[in-house]
């Protein structure tokens, strides 16, 4: 139930105003109260008005907008474009007012990103947009003269593609005294070069890095992925996710026997340095022939690992034996997902009655067994052929290993095959981006197979 308070904080948001006029009369302590008002019934002026005029040292938005007493409903998951908007340039309004200011944090971290916005507008601004907007504030006030005392620390979860590279880069490294401090806790990149990363990670300051992804179209080799661990180092880090290809070698690499891989081993040592990861994503990596050091990997990161992802990986039936060596000390692991590895029925059973031994799983994503497709099927699958499996197999497949949980006494660990994947804000989001980027891929190719048929001729 909404308080008598929270009521009366409507009823003053909703003659904007008003509200504007009377926000230097309103007790400091009731500012967090107007500002949820606000967000909620979606007046960006005052919303807008209320960040610059903001009393207090911190403003922390997913706390503002959290259940609380006076208004339990949790507004966390609407990252609103109208209301985001008009906080992040209050906050520049409030950087350029004279005068002394409180504010030190403004953190706008916290913001679910859902497929559905149940605010008025109904637009989104995802963490793409919200990073292109807060880079340009940063950016337009590195052009003003900084008369502020201290900076303000803004804490944002940064999400970087080639598209907003150059203004996340200014608004990270400012040629003078800047009145706002870009903190990152978490950074995604996409459709960025192995130098733009690094560029880009070097000024976000690893040091304090809780969450790396590095998807898609970050064209990143084994040597990339070992300079990044060993010379830039992530002491914080609790999430890595590494794009398509990682563990590939690099394209001037002589092969080396199984096992003796140095770049690998360097990964291995680097990975198991980090105390505090628990989450480790690694998909579609063809892992063919470097099983063990993976294992070794895991042994090294066992301790702590909670979320694994295998997925695409070329896990055969000859690898389940070592897979289950590396899994049985992961005594943390909560999730495992190996979806789009060509595995049989029969190594799944296999695989399924050694996961019942980690006490702490409750979630695996496996694949639809290689035995459900017409023979000779190749891996990894496009979208088209990952679709045509008989469906009556799979589902007794599927009774037969609930069928190992249940033996096990494992009612709690839930066994899905999710064919598609789930929404995913971020992609959705930079949908267009990537497809010109696949667009250009496509055309390099084109062009290198007309010029290779004119020398042809
Ligand atoms: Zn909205």
Redesign the pocket.
Known sequence: MRSLRFISAEALVSHPQLAQENLDHIAYNLYPLVFKASYLL?QAEVTRAVLSHWPLEEFRLAALLGPNTDHPEDLRD?A????LEACMQGLADHVLQRGSHRLRVADFTGIQDVQV?Q?????ALGRWGRTKVLARICCQLQAQPCTARHPIEVFTDLFVTEGNFDMVVQALKPTGPAPLQVCCPSLRADSLSPGQLLQVLGLAGPSKLRKLEVVHNVRLHVGHVQQLLAQVGFPQLTSLTLPTKAFDAPPTCAPTPEGEDPLLNSIAWELSQMKKLTELSVAFSTLTGKIQTLLRLLSQAAQTLRVLTLEECNITDNHVGMMILGLSPCSQLQEFKFLGNPLSASALQRLFAALCELPRLRHIEFPVPKDCYPEGTAYPQDEMSVSKFDQQKYDMIAEDLRAVLLRASREDIQASTPLFGSFDPDIHETSNELGTFLLQAFKTALENFSRALEEME
């Open positions: 979606e609407r609103c474009k109208t209301c916005q605010c008025p507008c109904g637009r």
